[in-house]
């Protein structure tokens, strides 16, 4: 599967940012998604991902109660609605899939997007 994050760009604290990702491929409903960040030298770190289906999400403590994730499996999507954003979140997010159970470790996780820088300012 091959992923296009989209999305990004420069917002002020407090506000609200969608990112969207695009999947290639007719299996798009087998794999679970994720979404990752990764800020100027830092590791590359987990944000939330989702099932196959929709129905089960799971979210790192920092975005907890201000990101949401849902896919769209009709329209090959996954997208992150991003609110009350903190400079804290500026970063470059990646989209991510793996044929697998849902997970929140990132070396599980075999396809990657290009990702979308996000800067969030003070």
């Known amino acids: 599967v091959q992923l296009q994050a989209s999305g990004g760009g420069l917002v002020q604290a407090g506000d609200s940012l969608r990112l969207s990702c695009a999947a290639s491929?007719?299996?798009?409903?087998?794999?679970?998604m994720g979404w990752f960040r990764q800020a100027p030298g830092k590791e590359r770190e987990f944000v939330g991902s989702?099932?196959?289906?929709?129905?089960?999400?799971r979210y790192a403590e920092s975005v907890k109660g201000r990101f949401t994730i849902s896919r769209d499996n009709a329209k090959n999507a996954v997208n992150l609605q991003m609110n009350n954003l903190k400079p804290e979140d500026t970063a470059v997010y990646y989209c991510?899939?793996?044929?697998?159970?849902?997970?929140?470790?990132?070396?599980?996780?075999?396809?990657w997007g290009q990702g979308t820088l996000v800067t969030v300012s003070s």
């Open positions: 989702i099932n196959r289906s929709g129905a089960i999400t």
């Open positions: 491929g007719r299996t798009f409903s087998s794999y679970v």
């Open positions: 991510a899939a793996v044929y697998a159970v849902l997970t929140v470790v990132t070396g599980d996780y075999s396809y």
